[in-house]
């Protein structure tokens, strides 16, 4: 058999019955192996599923046999056979082999039963081909379709933000700083001042590209290098910014709940919590949300900012995700908008999903006029020089503009109702950790 070649069938498609009786070729990496007599019982795996395949030494011959049985865990390999429908084998089908051939034997898998965490960390590049984190990676794939398609199907466009630059989006205290040619440069938090500069050509457009925090806490929501989806709206207030941003939550959850139902089941997730996600979403001002939390015996007091404990304490019984919006003045992003009907708050509103998850969302409507972003930047002390291109956007037809980010991990570790936000990404990049 040549591995290369195009005549391969995955197994997935013989699970359906669709092939019963056929003679078909697999390739793949061993999931399990068991031999006993002239029997060996291989469990293929490849990107579809597993699939049970009884090698019998008198069907393949003696050399073929040995190759069979004396397979490691993740040997690759290609076996011939027919289908045969059997409701002992796992997914109700068994390959009975006339071929076994090995592609590359390896040597004994180093990953075994009830192994730590920190050791499936340092061995990340092959535990990734657990079914866990290969139902993730898939599902994780279908959430980011999905998103794409939404913003397509409403004429945005998707446009590339730079990665390195000069001005912090989100505050100086998560910055990764750079040495660009000799001059201090930064990783990006954020595209978000970069889709401000091109609503004006493109009116809505989003990014989607990886954001950096040099985060110093160990949390289960917190990387220092995800994947933000930052979409950014010509002539959108508040209003429709919220509006947006519920009816895309509802169509990836529902779009998810419909197509993916077996996925979300491997993984832990009950399709129907997803199709209980519906719009419109509670809008739960921060000066309603203070009083709530300390009923609820938290020491926070009007001005301070909500921490996980609290954003937990607020969702964990809900069903639908909820906004707080119009937070104070004082801990908010310098780029948002006071509210002219509420001053001494901001027009933001981050997005807070169910089950104690948190926030996954966090946007506002954007300061568009010069004199009142050029205030607020001396207010909080910022070096107009690194902003000056992001100011002068106010001062050539400026236009009220909304948008917000979405961290791609936040919101696949609620859908898929995963413990930590690590596995919802193949190689995660923490504080005491870069490798693999
Ligand atoms: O709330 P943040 O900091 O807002 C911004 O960066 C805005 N400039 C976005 C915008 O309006 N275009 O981050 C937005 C989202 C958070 O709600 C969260 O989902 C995610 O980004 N996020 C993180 N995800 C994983 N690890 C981290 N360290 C994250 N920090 C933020
Ligand atoms: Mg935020």
Redesign the pocket.
């Given at each position: 058999m040549d591995a290369l070649a195009t005549d391969f069938t995955k197994i997935s498609s013989i699970l359906d019955g669709s092939q019963n009786n056929k003679k078909v070729k697999l390739r793949g990496w061993v999931h399990r192996s068991r031999t006993s007599g002239g029997l060996c019982f291989l469990v293929l795996r490849d990107s579809s599923g597993t699939m049970q395949c009884a090698v019998k030494k008198d069907a393949v011959g003696e050399a073929a046999f040995a190759a069979a049985s004396g397979a490691f865990i993740e040997t690759s390999m290609m076996i011939e056979g027919t289908v045969k429908e059997d409701k002992r084998a796992p997914g109700g089908f068994e390959l009975s082999a006339s071929a076994v051939e090995v592609i590359s034997q390896g040597e004994p898998f180093p990953i075994g039963k009830d192994q730590s965490t920190e050791f499936l960390l340092d061995v990340r590049h092959l535990w990734l081909r657990s079914q866990k984190l290969t139902h993730i990676m898939q599902a994780r794939d279908y959430i980011t379709r999905y998103l794409r398609e939404f913003f397509f199907k409403d004429n945005f466009y998707e446009v590339a933000p730079p990665i390195v630059t000069k001005s912090a989006?989100?505050g100086g205290s998560?910055l990764f700083e750079l040495n660009y040619f000799g001059s201090p440069a930064y990783l990006s938090?954020?595209?978000?001042l970069y889709?401000e500069a091109v609503i004006a050509a493109l009116e809505k457009v989003f990014i989607l590209a990886p954001?950096f925090?040099a985060?110093p806490s160990r949390t289960v929501?917190?990387?220092?290098e995800?994947w933000?989806l930052?979409?950014?709206m010509a002539f959108y207030s508040q209003k429709m910014n919220m509006e947006l941003q519920e009816k895309m939550i509802e169509y990836v959850c529902h779009k998810m709940a419909r197509e993916h139902a077996p996925l979300l089941q491997a993984i832990g997730r009950d399709p129907a919590d997803l199709l209980q996600v519906k719009v419109p979403f509670e809008r739960l001002p921060y000066e309603k949300a203070i009083p709530m939390l300390q009923e609820l015996g938290f020491k926070i007091e009007w001005g301070q900012d909500v921490g996980a404990d609290e954003e937990f304490a607020l969702t964990k019984d809900r069903k639908n995700p909820v906004f707080l919006h119009n937070h104070p003045m004082g801990f908010k992003?310098f780029y948002m908008r006071e509210d002219p009907s509420k001053p001494g708050t901001v027009l933001s509103a981050?997005?807070l999903a169910p089950q104690g998850h948190g926030?996954?969302?966090?946007?506002?409507e954007r300061i568009w006029e010069y004199d009142e972003l050029a205030a607020r930047m001396k207010e909080q002390k910022m070096r107009e020089e690194d902003y000056k291109w992001y100011v002068e956007l106010r001062k050539y037809g400026s236009v009220p503009h909304a948008?917000?980010?979405?961290?791609v991990?936040?919101?696949t570790k609620w859908m898929l109702n995963l413990d930590h936000?690590r596995d919802t990404i193949p190689f995660p990049r923490v504080i005491n950790r870069v490798y693999p």
């Open positions: 989006c989100e998560t938090q954020s595209g978000q889709s954001s925090r985060e929501r917190h990387l220092a995800y933000h930052e979409p950014e992003a981050d997005l926030e996954i969302i966090g946007g506002s948008g917000f980010g979405l961290g991990e936040r919101l936000i």
